[in-house]
T-cell receptor
């Protein structure tokens, strides 16, 4: 049981490049979210999904796209990377809407945009 | 919309000292509340959670938190900290029945051996 798997762990991009951060889970969790973590700002929600085919915006969605074609996968796409997107990105999953038992986090992707 | 405020950004304690980290949230409805911990170089892990019932909740590693509805607070406590508690602690809130979990800015705790 791998839990939540994020790839890659580290990535350096040039300004303007695009890339996809991968998140896969094997716990059959309905809910998947992407957060970015920046020093002194905690975690900020980028996008989230409540099930396959359903996504919505979080607090800081600009510059990012998501899709959820399967329960297991929730990729995050950076369309045109900017230095302001330098951050650590975490994928988090959970089950249950009313009785949310808290998130299970992936190990993170550290992204640097130069 | 929900928001979370953690008042202490950095806390330094000696081993065996007592710990209390403040957390206040802003939201008019019923909420679910969480504390997460992030050890150096690791991802976040759930420490404890509150949904309903007894406002004093106990989590892993001797941590507890008390929900005071009238104060919109959910402070984290531990009677005696250890060096291994050095980490960053995040308070989080979710509207009951909602989907978004909002995190505070975090509190970095350093415990001196």
């Amino acid at each position: 049981n791998a839990g939540v798997t994020q790839t890659p762990k580290f990535q350096v991009l040039k300004t303007g490049q695009s890339m996809t951060l991968q998140c896969a889970q094997d716990m059959n969790h309905e809910y998947m979210s992407w957060y970015r973590q920046d020093p002194g700002m905690g975690l900020r929600l980028i996008h989230y999904s409540v099930g396959a085919g359903i996504t919505d915006q979080g607090e800081v969605p600009n510059g990012y796209n998501v899709s959820r074609s399967t329960t297991e996968d929730f990729p995050l796409r950076l369309l045109s990377a900017a230095p302001s997107q330098t951050s650590v990105y975490f994928c988090a999953t959970s089950t249950g809407r009313v009785r949310n038992y808290g998130y299970t986090f992936g190990s993170g992707t550290r992204l640097t945009v130069v | 919309a929900q928001s979370v405020s953690q008042h202490n950004h950095h806390v330094i304690l000696s081993e065996a000292a007592s710990l209390e980290l403040g957390c206040n949230y802003s939201y008019g409805g019923t909420v679910n509340l969480f504390w997460y911990v992030q050890y150096p170089g690791q991802h976040l892990q759930l420490l404890l959670k509150y949904f309903s019932g007894d406002p004093l909740v106990k989590g892993i590693k001797g941590f507890e938190a008390e929900f005071i509805k009238s104060k919109f607070s959910f402070n984290l406590r531990k009677p005696s900290v250890q060096w291994s508690d050095t980490a960053e602690y995040f308070c989080a809130v979710k509207a009951t029945g909602g989907f978004k979990t909002i995190f505070g800015a975090g509190t970095r705790l350093f415990v001196k051996a």
